[in-house]
Each structure stands twice: as C-alpha cells, then as structure tokens.
C-alpha cells in the first residue's frame, strides 16, 4: 500500500519519535565529530577519556541533585544487564517487583534467580499502576518510573518498610525527562538512549550510602558474582572514573554533551516543564478526538514522556505508523508485544514541542486520507 504524502508545511522538522533508542539533537553529533573526534579511538585507561568519565558523572549529579552521600556509578551492558547486577550484588533475600509493563517484569524475572527467594511479583493491568506495599522480609522494593511499554509513570517514594530495605527505581526512559527527588530512593539506574539522548549498552545508578553498603555487604558476603555483573566491582571502578571492560567512548561523549545542554537551560525542572508541554499536547489531541483515546485511563498515571493513543475500529494504526514512516517520521508503533491498536510517541527532553504539534497534524491528514 502506498503511504499517504503529507505536505511540507505540517512535518516535523526532525522526524524522530522513537523510545529507545531516541533522538539524538544534531547538534551533539556535530561536537562529536568535531571537538569530540579526538577522544574517538583512544585508550579508556588515559586522561582524556577518563575525565570525560568524571565530567559525565559529575553532570548526572548536577542533573539528579544528588544529596551527600549519594554517588553515580556506572558499567557496561545497559539496564538489561543491571539487572542481573542487581540479583547478584543488591538484593539479599528477596525483592517486591512492581509489574505495570514489559520492563518492570524483566527486573522481576531476573530477580527471581536460585540463590534468592522467590519475588514478591505485583501485577497492575497494562496502562495502570500498582503502589509498593511493605512486606516483612523485602529488602529491595523495586519499580519503573517510567514502564516505556505502557506509557505508565509511578512516583518515586521511599517505601516505609524493614530497616534497611532499599528502593530501587528503573529510571531508563524518566532519567532527564521527570522531575522527581532521588532522597526518595536508594538507586535510580538508567540506561542513556532514552530522555538522555545517547546511545545504549552501557548504564548508570545513583546509588545513596545504604545502597553502597549494601552492594558493599553482599560483596563481602561470599555469595557467587561474576566479575562482570559485580556492583562492588563497577563501585570501585567508577570511583576511579573508569569501567571494568572498554566502555562506548562515543556514547559517553554523547552524554555528557546532552547533560551539558540540559543544565545550560535549567536542569531537571526545565527538562521536566518541555516534557510536559509536548505530551499534554497529545493526550488533549487525543481526549478531544473522535478517534483516538489515551491509553492510560487515569491522568495521574499518565507519563510525560511516552504517549500511548488508543485507536478505534474506524483507524487501522499499524497502517497510520507505516504512512508516517513512508514520510521520514519514524517510531510511533506500539511497544511489539502490547498488541493493541495504538500509537506510542516519545515526547523525550530532545524532542521540540513544536514537532509534536506538527505530528499531530500529520497524524490527523494521515488518518482523514488513509
Ligand atoms: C529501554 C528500557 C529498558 C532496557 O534498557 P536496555 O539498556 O536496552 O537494557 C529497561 N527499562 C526501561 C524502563 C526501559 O525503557
């Protein structure tokens, strides 16, 4: 079938909607092919790379507002491979997952590994929540704050349980687009091609000093942990501003220039404030449409940094998604194993709000003329 042409004046100038991984701005590709390029190609154990280490972390402190104590610590493999990190090196006994999605039931499947007891897995239907509730013998209570499979944002707040339990917050695609306030939680792990505007295959935490003497603890503890999924291994090494294994030089040059241009413009609040702008946008397109619903039934539930729009029968949006891909506007299909008749958009600090009202027009001509 032939994609419906859409005229200039309603595109997006960039053409990118993506979750993950998402737009890069131009304008970091341009310094790393600029003044970047002469970090490309050189050793991770030298100066250079390894004050870009620090500068990234430094940045990722700024950015999170990290209270004393607080450290950011880094490995490779991206969020996937915290998770095993976090089996092997931070959960002592036994965690809560909170499952609203796809990512959410990742950390909780790899939680459930021998050596620990079985998960407390909470389930919330697909494009809701579901709180933590404190249970005797949990020591990590873990969540998305943003499930990207959903469109389904959780507060980040501390949960009142034993001494000692830890909150442990997915932050890959809310880290630099959510305000929130990490004294709230213990570790907020990401990965950076989300809001972060790199790429993927490496992550992040910030980890708050019961977290460190935890992973410290467990460490010690003489339970079985591969070198490469060792926390205490990645804590030393991010002290040091390096990382076990060779690390993407390039992504983390991506990063630090996306941190540098969020904080040039007023960090978090400002990042969380464009957020906003661009996905009340879509989900007041969506309310007021004939068509198109949001996903998310209740609006406190509803993230600002990925839309999900439900379609009626009148709207085939597997058939809208491939139109817009036809026209350079790529990405809007649902999350693959959701199933639903559903757009999904990310509306990511890097993409400008005027490019999601210009979507929407697209989305409208496409839907009018298909
Ligand atoms: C994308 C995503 C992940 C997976 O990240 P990888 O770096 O690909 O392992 C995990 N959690 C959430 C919430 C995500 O959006």
């Known amino acids: 079938m032939a994609h419906v042409t859409l005229p200039r004046d309603i595109l997006p100038r960039d053409g990118r909607f993506g979750c993950g991984p998402a737009k890069i701005r131009p304008e970091q590709v341009a310094a790393l092919s600029g003044p970047g390029s002469i970090l490309l190609g050189t050793s991770h154990r030298q100066s250079p790379v390894k004050s870009l280490v620090g500068q990234v972390r430094s940045g990722l402190s700024d950015l999170l507002r990290l209270p004393k104590g607080y450290e950011i610590i880094l490995g490779n493999g991206g969020s996937t491979a915290f998770w095993d990190a976090a089996a092997f090196g931070l959960i002592e006994k036994r965690s809560q997952n909170l499952v609203f999605g796809e990512f959410g039931g990742k950390f909780g499947a790899a939680a459930s590994a021998p050596w620990l007891e079985a998960p407390d897995i909470r389930k919330a239907e697909p494009g809701s929540s579901i709180a933590a509730e404190a249970v005797e013998g949990i ?20 949960v009142a349980g034993d001494d000692g339990a830890l909150t442990v917050i997915d932050a890959t695609s809310a880290a630099g687009g959510i305000d929130f306030s990490v004294s709230q939680c213990d570790v907020y792990y990401f990965a950076p091609q989300k809001n972060l505007g790199s790429d993927g295959g490496i992550w992040f935490a910030a980890v708050s000093p019961a977290a460190i ?46 941190l540098e241009w969020i904080l040039s413009n007023g960090g978090l609040q400002w990042a969380a404030d464009r957020t906003a702008e661009s996905s009340s946008a879509l989900y007041e397109w969506a309310e007021a449409s004939e068509h198109a619903t949001p996903f998310v039934a209740d609006p406190a539930d509803r993230s600002p940094v990925v839309v999900t729009i439900d379609f009626d029968d009148t709207v085939d949006a597997a058939a809208v998604a491939k139109s817009l891909r036809g026209n350079g506007i790529v990405d809007t299909e649902p999350y693959r194993k959701l199933g639903r008749n559903q757009l999904r958009v990310a509306t990511f600090v890097s993409i400008e709000p005027e490019d999601v009202r210009q979507l929407i027009k697209c989305i409208d001509y496409t839907i009018e003329r298909l």
């Open 139 to 158: 020591d990590v209570y873990a969540w998305p704050h943003n499930e990207t499979s959903t469109g389904v944002a959780a507060p980040v707040r501390r």
């Open 213 to 258: 003497e935890r992973i410290e603890r467990v460490a010690a503890s003489g339970r079985y942990i591969p070198e490469f999924l060792s926390l205490k291994n990645a804590l030393d090494n991010s002290r040091l501003n390096q990382t076990l294994n060779t690390p993407a030089v390039s992504t983390l040059y991506l990063l630090d220039k996306q």
